[in-house]
């Protein structure tokens, strides 16, 4: 197998970039868990890309205005994002930003909530 710089154009590959592998991100195992107690976080999660897939769906398809009506199933589809972004301050996550840039941190996650409260 060749390696990624092998791959690349030697445009790019000359360039100095840190190589990232699957060992070097440190992350947890599996999509669960300890810290979503009652899976609320990743419920709302699985829940949230499904409609995004919906409204995609819509788009392609042509229906206009990718099926939003000023009902109460679009209000409700609409605040599982808002629920989601609040959800996710029941998690512990670090102050400022990491050196290697894979985590979020506190100042994001606040602007990943206020985008999904406008």
Known sequence: IRSAREALPEAVASMEAPVVTPRSVPRKVGLFTKEDTGRVHAILGIACAVHILVRLVLLVSGVPDMGF????????CLSLHVLLGASSF????PKKRTKDGTQIWEEYRAHNSIFAFR
């Open 69 to 76: 009506r000023g009902d109460m199933l679009t209000l409700l």
């Open 90 to 93: 029941r998690f512990k996550v």
